[in-house]
């Protein structure tokens, strides 16, 4: 129930992102729910083995590298999606990661952990 309700929630952020910031462009909550479906298998897989092998820039940054490595599986969720999902640059990509990582954070603790 959690990994679905995750899923959604990207989605969400997804559309309202799109509309926010003009380089990110979403056809549609159906195809935000494909490419939110996308970026969690990325996640599940790529994520961890990006996190490995730059584990030393990671320790070096204070963890901040991690926001680099979000971007970079939202630019490979941007390039799996073609047409239906487009973000047009890399500083795009890592201001949404941050925005979607502090917006996640802030729903675990608030409505997420209540239960």
């Given amino acids: 129930m959690g990994w679905v309700l ?34 969690s298998v990325l996640n599940l897989i790529v994520r ?24 970079i599986t939202l630019l490979m969720t941007d390039n799996i999606m073609g047409y239906a999902f487009d973000i047009e640059s890399f500083g795009l990509a890592l201001v949404i990661a941050v925005i979607m990582a502090l917006v996640n954070i802030i729903l675990q603790i608030t409505i997420l952990r209540k239960k």
């Avoid at 799109?18 to 494909?34: C, N, Q, R």
């Fill in 48 to 71: 961890p083995v990006l996190v490995i092998l730059t584990l030393p820039i990671t320790m070096i940054s204070l963890g901040l590298f991690l926001f680099v490595i979000n971007a």
């Fill in 6 to 39: 995750g899923v959604l929630i990207n989605a969400v952020l997804f559309v309202a992102l799109a509309g926010y910031f003009p380089g990110l462009h979403v056809d549609s909550f159906f195809y935000a729910v494909i490419a939110s479906l996308v970026l």
